[in-house]
């Protein structure tokens, strides 16, 4: 059997080995390192696969939030919510920029903000919600949407993890995720379900005056060489990683299908296992399974961890800590207890390998070794 990994990067590089070092090639020769032709013709497939009018790319996916929010042209002080179980970065730009991060739960069964817990958060202060697509499965979008509408509130979609994954709103429309909320941000890290060899990310927007600030927020703040109009940044996708993600592009929803034949297989090797919780996948949600994340239900997920590590299968906590009770984000505003789902999830959810280059025989070992150490309980 191959070695298992949480994620191979390897295996799926030599599968597209000839047309990657291809384009590197070309990049080298034709020296364009920065905005080179190689960045113009991603940008616009990926526009093209999103349906989204504009991709600004940018360096990664924290710069992207971070842009989005700049763009927005906010006041210190007011309110972004977002979802204490996720990545840092989401809430780390609201913070960075003076701004407000409103915390708030998720549902236990999905991972995903709860839209219960928005509604509760808004107050007049509220100017914008981040709704992460944890785990690469699509948040509803239809009651975020009309959350923002009622009280003009601004939506940015962390994407970062949901490339790829659509959702199917009430008026029968298939939307790719970030190309619904007024922004949207994905990450091109190398484990992202599309990944750069290095760093990368872009925001996307179908709205024309957003798209004009971003690129010049994400350039120095410049339009026209040299004059500078806002205050900025630097944060460019540079042309290797373009030409690269260029080419995994065209093999995104290939990709995304063996994720779901692997979350298939995991998911009905417990089915009938009430100590292991499947995730939940919501009707009108693709789920890209950036991470396959299941519930130890009343047995010791750290035992557990320890057992599959032994037999070297490799599993993963995303995440151990929710961003309230982090260190550096500790509030007087939030205790433990406040978001029970997160801080329950925290400490019982353990996440398995998941990447396209699984095959059956290294799941139907993962899968054993689970089932191994549940019957010695
Ligand atoms: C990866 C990730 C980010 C940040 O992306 P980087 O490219 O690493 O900066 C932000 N939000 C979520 C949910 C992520 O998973």
Redo the contacts with the bound molecule.
Sequence with gaps: MKEIRMVDLKGQYEKIKPEVDAALAEVIDNTAFINGPAVKSFQSNLEKYLGVKHVIPCA????A?QVSLMALDLKPGDEVITTTF??I??AEVIALLNLTPVLVDVEKDSYNISIEAIKNAITPKTKAIIP?H?FGQSVPMDEIMNLAKTHNIAVIE?A??SIGAGYTGKDGMYRKTGSIGDMG?T???PS?NLGAFG???AVFTQNDALADKLRMIVNHGMKVRYYHDEIGINSRLDSMQAAILDIKLRHLDEYAAARRKAADYYDNAFKDREEIITPYRYEKSDHVF?QYTLVANGVDRNKLIEYLNSKNVPAMIYYPVPLHQQKAYLDPRYKDGDFPNSEYLSQNVFSLPMHTELDDEQLKYICDSIIDFLNAQ
């Design positions: 990664n996916g924290t710069d939030l996720t990545f970065a989401t992460v944890l962390d970062c993890q941000c990450s091109f890290f992202k760093d990368g990310g950036h």
